[in-house]
């Protein structure tokens, strides 16, 4: 069953059909890993250039292998012609990178005929890789708020809010210091998690009354997962 079916293509007859065969099922299954990575991904963090790369890979390689098949002359000569080739983009993430990987090793067992193989593999990676991206496994907790709160030069910010951040938060870090307005003032930007069913109004204006109803933002934490490619 995960024969490869390279043995059987003596013929020209027999190597076309296997030729189309192996591209086929490269195809197939390039469009299913990057079907796969689209579902994975949240909504706009992705390129099209990066999807229509990942459905191709597969094929390509899966050309290459069978360019190369056991000519040792013909591997070298391939090695030197792809050097020639420089591939410029943004760095990925850990997941891109092993995407990529996943969709080499695809077009690597087509390539070599192992057709069963190369699609029971894939179908069950693919299964894996969405249960694990679609799940909490590996997340980390992290503050859902990002506050920064402007104070004047003479406040000591050092625990000058911990009292209210007990009562409306669950968890509180002081992100990032710094001067504004010629350093007659500070901005505070903290991360925080708010407590279920407290009022976002009624914190900030306890927030005001302490720091002289200068500024105060309350947002989104930023993405600090950006796409790649």
Do not use: H, W
Request: glycine share 8%; proline share 2%.
């Amino acid at each position: 069953m995960f024969n490869t079916i390279i043995s059987s293509t003596d013929s020209m007859i027999s190597a076309g059909t296997s030729l189309a065969s192996q591209g086929g099922v490269a195809v197939v299954l390039g469009v299913l890993i990057s079907v796969c990575y689209m579902f994975t991904q949240k909504k706009g963090s992705y390129t099209k250039d990066y999807i229509v790369a990942v459905a191709v890979l597969p094929v390509i390689v899966s050309l290459v292998i069978m360019l190369v098949g056991n000519s040792v002359a013909r591997a070298f000569s391939l090695a030197g012609a792809f050097s020639l080739v420089r591939f410029r983009s943004a760095p990925g993430s850990a997941k891109d990178i092993a995407v990529v990987f996943f969709a080499m090793a695809t077009g690597l067992a087509c390539g070599l005929g192992y057709l069963v193989f190369g699609a029971v593999a894939a179908v069950i990676i693919c299964i894996v890789l969405i249960v694990l991206c679609k799940t909490s496994f590996g997340e980390m907790k992290m503050a859902d708020r990002q506050l920064k709160i402007t104070i004047p030069e003479d406040l000591n910010y050092e625990g000058v809010f911990e009292d209210i951040f007990k009562e409306y938060t669950t968890e509180c870090t002081l992100n990032n210091v710094k001067t504004t307005n010629m350093g007659t003032l500070y901005e505070l930007t903290y991360l925080i998690g708010m407590k279920a069913g407290v009022s976002e109004k009624e914190f900030i204006d306890s927030l005001r009354c302490r720091n002289g109803n200068l500024n105060i933002s309350l947002g989104a934490v930023p993405d600090r997962n950006t796409m790649v490619l």
